[in-house]
């Protein structure tokens, strides 16, 4: 299952449905999250790290679940 399906899954499950994001990203695309601000929903996803593993020869990186904190546009400011 990919990030998308991942999320748009969470979201529905939470009841959100305006555009909702990480913190990175909205301070990324010129957001600020308001103090104070608890994450709409948390969910994991895909992440990739190009660390390499003891185990491992090649240098392609790795694939891991992590869990992400959502924060939804009304929950941000713009700067």
């Given at each position: 299952m990919?990030?998308v399906?991942?999320?748009?899954?969470?979201?529905?499950?939470?009841?959100?449905?305006?555009?909702a994001?990480?913190?990175?990203?909205w301070?990324?695309?010129?957001?600020?999250?308001?103090k104070?601000?608890k994450?709409?929903f948390?969910c994991?996803?895909?992440?990739?790290?190009?660390?390499?593993?003891?185990?491992?020869?090649?240098?392609?990186?790795?694939?891991?679940m992590?869990?992400?904190?959502?924060?939804?546009?009304?929950?941000?400011?713009?700067?």
């Amino acid at each position: 299952m990919t990030n998308v399906e991942l999320i748009a899954r969470a979201k529905m499950a939470n009841g959100i449905t305006e555009e909702a994001n990480t913190y990175a990203y909205w301070k990324k695309t010129g957001y600020q999250v308001r103090k104070g601000e608890k994450a709409a929903f948390k969910c994991r996803i895909w992440k990739y790290s190009k660390k390499k593993r003891a185990d491992e020869e090649d240098e392609s990186g790795t694939m891991f679940m992590k869990t992400a904190s959502f924060f939804t546009v009304s929950q941000c400011d713009r700067i």
